[in-house]
């Protein structure tokens, strides 16, 4: 699977399970898809398990970087997980300024932009959990098919996000591309960006140095 595939592919798993969450019931938002869902914050929807699986995925990603370097496959992958995440975290903050969309849990009305006390627009957690694992996907997918399943951890998020009124359909789509376009750009040659400005110490991992 080539990665011209795997953007169609990925943005299909997104929404496969939010229309299963949908009604027949009208839609607005710029996809015409946004309403707000039946509020659920119970079992594994709880705004609770969402951070564990959030900062769960950071904490991995960070832990994972600082040891194993930068010097091998792996630790490469994991820096430019971070880079990704950094870099698209950062450009979600400045479009939800920009966009200043209330949430639902501010309105029922998903047409509402550009209000001066909203940050909806786009998923700040969708953008920086799709921008984690797209690195390992786009390096590993290829020879351990399984790698796909971690495409898995942002489909949930971002189904969650909407369960519980944090984000409107299309916030969610456009922080898993957002995510996704991070995590493509920065897969790259040459040195991380995090990495590079880094201590010897820590470019060659805590596991080097034991």
């Known amino acids: 699977m080539n990665r011209a595939r795997l953007e169609p592919l990925a943005l299909a798993l997104l929404l496969c399970p939010l229309c299963s969450i949908s009604t027949a019931q009208a839609g607005g938002g710029p996809l015409g898809i946004d309403y707000r869902v039946t509020y659920d914050n119970s079992g594994i929807w709880n705004r609770t398990n969402q951070e564990i699986v959030l900062y769960g995925m950071m904490g991995t990603v960070g832990l994972g970087a600082l040891w194993e370097g930068g010097e091998d496959r792996l630790g490469k992958t994991f ?3 971070a880079d990704a995440a950094v870099a698209s ?5 400045a479009l939800k300024y920009v966009f200043s969309r209330e949430r639902p ?4 009305d998903p047409n509402r932009w550009f209000t001066g006390h909203g940050q909806s627009f786009p998923s700040g ?3 920086v959990t799709s921008a984690l694992v ?3 996907v786009l390096e590993y997918g290829r020879d351990h098919p399984a790698v796909y399943a971690l495409e898995a951890l942002p489909v949930y998020d971002a189904i969650a996000r909407v369960k519980v009124w944090g984000h ?3 916030d969610v789509i456009a922080g898993f591309a957002l995510g996704f376009a991070g995590g ?5 040659p040459g040195s991380p960006f995090i990495f590079s400005v880094m201590p010897r110490g820590i ?5 080097k140095q034991f």
Do not use: C, M, N
Not at 184 to 188: D, G, K, S, V
Not at 203 to 207: D, E, R, S
């Open 105 to 108: 849990s501010q309105t029922d």
């Open 89 to 93: 975290g950062l450009t979600a903050t």
């Open 184 to 188: 493509y750009f920065l897969h790259r």
């Open 125 to 127: 957690e969708v953008t």
């Open 134 to 136: 797209t690195p390992f």
């Open 79 to 81: 820096w430019q997980s």
């Open 168 to 170: 409107w359909q299309t």
């Open 203 to 207: 470019q060659i991992g805590f596991k």
